[in-house]
């Protein structure tokens, strides 16, 4: 087993996830298999608890775990299925050892931080490292490790330590430090080095010492600044990789190909048979970079602030528009902004939301908790419901939207959710009793959850004519199976339940009265991939574009060959790219294929 460790200096955020997430890509190319860790240095058990404006979204897997969002990242990139143990955070690491403790484990010892829990946090990358996360499942060869946070951060002391003494259990033939610092510019232009050099320092004085450095800046660094940060940090030139910003994400693997042709032969790694060419990530970048026709979507949700707190969502949409040769042009609208309050309260706020909704081409309605900004949300379902907007409502939106129609349509006025306050006679959305168990950390209906279509639809054709399809779930809440018959009744077509019917999944109106209005409890965010959008949000998309009953009649096993004629459209064809080498990419796109996500930056956010 191989391990690279990533590790951040100056400031979080700099983009450890996203340099991690390619450095294991250009290595799955390389025929290796590939897993990830997360470690996040905070006392919480996991990020099931936290608020969106802090950390993000929360990401589930496939087996429950809620865990950070930069997991998401590996997912897209790597195409693997992770589990709740590649998420590593101090709360985890100490809860383990103070259990043991409590069992007697160490003998009467005085447990301390070093060595019980360094032998711990070591024990733990070991063990996870060895789990497959391929559908191949091979053991990995390589585990890249992004340590949390920035060096120096006291909350992190004890993983840098364990790393220390990590680096001589395995052996320096099968350890490797990759530093993200940043090369700072003043307004002047001029590029600075100090605080890529005092950071370098400080991990140097814990005991790591960096095989490569790689440097976030704006623009590319000058040889001088190479040539400068190779002398004050102890590291070859070569090994001195430059990471700038780039016009989209896709282009960050092809970027470092360099640097990982140097790490594998620090760590004498072998390719595996063929070496695959990453055409695929660069066909990716440049079809991305030569489409300019938008596609206009409104987002209605009540975290907006901070686009990572839908940063899968904004992923899907920004894959499925990719898939049709467009870009995204996502608009951000806060769902109180939508309310009639807000209308005397703030006029120039509230039109100017209802105009950012008024004027996209599709609308999607988001998960979230509490009762803040459901009203809003609610009045942009019944608009896209009556003007035949085109709409996707996810979790939370899919509750709303059940609760939307009971009211205006079924007539129940009072109707609600058991998560608002309002009282009513009417709870058309109630919590799962078996799920509530009196606290909210890992409590809800979580991880992936097979569900069962129940009648013929646009949504089922979009899943590709299944009849059970599986997906990614993350609620406490769930249609009141009481009102199925009155909701149905009145036209409401819940066409997905779970496997023993009690618990409705999705619905879907669309038809000859709408070109698209769909609801899904479940999260399809959650596995969506570059070359293989969400379902639910490629149908969006294709209604948006007014293609979706094109798109449907094509037959399911000529779909793909369909996106792929449509993407290489806009690339063009090199003699680089052999037939024989572009028909095996197809034959073995299920265990090859490549993914990446994006941030904001990939996409236009009004």
Partial sequence: ??????????????????????????????????????????????????????????????????????????????????????????GKIYQNVISRERRGDFLGKTVQVVPHVTDTIMDWVERVAQIPVSETGKTPDVCVIELGGTIGDIEGMQFVEAFRQFQFKVGRDNFCLVHVSLVVETSGGEQKTKPTQHNVRELRALGLAPDFIACRSKRPISDSVRSKISLFCHVPEVNVIN???????????????????????QLDIKPRGKVRLMRK??????????????????????????????????????????????????????SDDLEEEVQSADPTRYHAAWHQLCSAKGVIVPGGFGHRGTIGKMSAIRWCREKKIPMLAVCLGFQLAVIEFARNVVGLTDAKSGESPEVSNNAVVIDMPEHNQGQLGGTMLLGSRSFNFTQECKLKNLYGNKDVSKE??????????????????????????????????????????????VGVQYHPEYLTRPLNPSPPYLGLLLACLDQLDNYL???????????????RDLIDQSDEYDEEEEEEDEDTASTSRVSTSTSQVSVEIA
């Fill in 243 to 265: 990471v700038h910003d780039v016009s989209n994400l896709y282009r960050v693997p092809i970027l470092l190909e360099g640097m990982i042709k140097l790490i594998k032969v």
């Fill in 1 to 90: 087993m191989k391990y690279i460790l990533v590790t951040g200096g100056v400031f979080s955020g700099i983009g450890k996830g996203v340099i991690s997430s390619s450095i294991g890509t250009v290595l799955k190319c390389s025929g290796l298999t590939v897993t990830s860790i997360k470690i996040d240095p905070y006392l919480n058990i996991d990020a099931g608890t936290f608020n969106p404006y802090e950390h993000g979204e929360v990401f589930v897997l496939d087996d429950g775990g809620e865990v950070d969002l930069d997991l998401g990242n590996y997912e897209r990139f790597l195409d693997i299925t992770l589990h709740r143990d590649n998420n590593i955070t101090t």
């Fill in 472 to 517: 990614r779930h993350r609620h406490r809440y769930e249609v009141n199976p009481d009102y199925v018959k009155q909701l149905t009744k009145a036209g409401m077509r819940f066409v997905a339940a779970n496997e023993d019917g009690t618990r409705m999944e999705a619905f879907d109106l669309s038809g000859p009265d709408h070109p698209y209005f």
């Fill in 553 to 567: 009649a094509i037959p399911v096993e000529k779909r793909s060959k369909w996106r792929l004629q449509t993407r």
């Fill in 281 to 334: 990530w660069h066909d990716l970048a440049e079809t991305y970079d030569r489409i300019y026709q938008p596609v206009n979507i409104c987002l209605v949700g009540k975290y907006t602030k901070l686009d990572d707190a839908y940063k899968s969502v904004i992923n899907a949409l920004e894959h499925a528009s990719l898939f049709l040769n467009h870009k995204l042009k996502l608009s951000l609208v806060e």
